[in-house]
């Protein structure tokens, strides 16, 4: 494992365990016994990952960032977001086979309706980078930056004042990618996840 890699995933689990640690804060019943689910967040998923040209995968995925307070329109609540994760992926098989970490960096707007009390059904989109770490079987790999957009719908309920599930559909594209003599060509993911959110 990349020295960056292991790096980024150490932040990302430290910052899942803070939130749990910081359970007890007063400033949590608001996503509870508010209306809303907001602040920042980090969280773990299990995932299915699908497309065209890369492998088919089942795996784990990190979550974190950061969901501004919403504006209400009828019955709806709209607004943006700032998220970062970790998604593990690959192509190829046997000495072809590569695997490549990707590692988004986007903003979203989302729009979420509450369909009965503390579950919201919610649906958006997003643009931003990506951070993508290359480790072919027998080859040199590396890192590259690439541009990234994604749309998802799914739903989210609270079931404590600082946690909430969620399960959702996430489509992403990815332009191409590449590190050191290998390249990915351009691809559309298909993401479907399951997962926890701890909200601090």
């Not at 795996?59 to 009828?74: K, N």
């Not at 579950?119 to 930056?145: E, K, N, T």
Request: aromatic fraction near 12%; glycine fraction near 12%; include cysteine.
């Amino acid at each position: 494992m990349r020295p960056t890699r292991f790096a980024l995933l150490c932040l990302l689990t430290s910052t899942a365990l803070a939130g749990v640690a910081r359970a007890d804060s007063p400033a949590l019943d608001r996503v509870y016994h508010g209306a809303d689910l907001r602040g920042f967040f980090a969280g773990a998923s299990l995932l299915f990952i699908t497309s065209s040209d890369w492998d088919d995968r089942y795996g784990a995925g990190l979550e974190t960032g950061y969901r501004f307070a919403p504006r209400q329109a009828s019955t709806l609540r709209h607004g943006p977001s700032l998220q970062t994760g970790y998604y593990p992926l690959k192509t190829g098989s046997g000495s072809q086979r590569v695997d490549f970490d990707l590692i988004p960096l986007v903003a979203n707007y989302s729009v979420a309706a509450e369909v009965v009390d503390h579950i919201w059904v919610y649906g958006g989109a997003g643009a931003g980078l990506g951070f993508v770490d290359i480790d072919p079987r027998d080859q040199s790999g590396g890192s590259d930056q690439v541009g990234l957009w994604q749309a998802f719908v799914g739903m989210e309920g609270a079931v404590t004042e600082w946690a909430s599930v969620r399960g959702g559909y996430r489509h992403m594209w990815v332009d191409d990618m590449s590190g050191g003599d290998v390249r990915i060509s351009s691809d559309n993911a298909s993401i479907f996840e399951l997962g926890v959110n701890f909200w601090y």
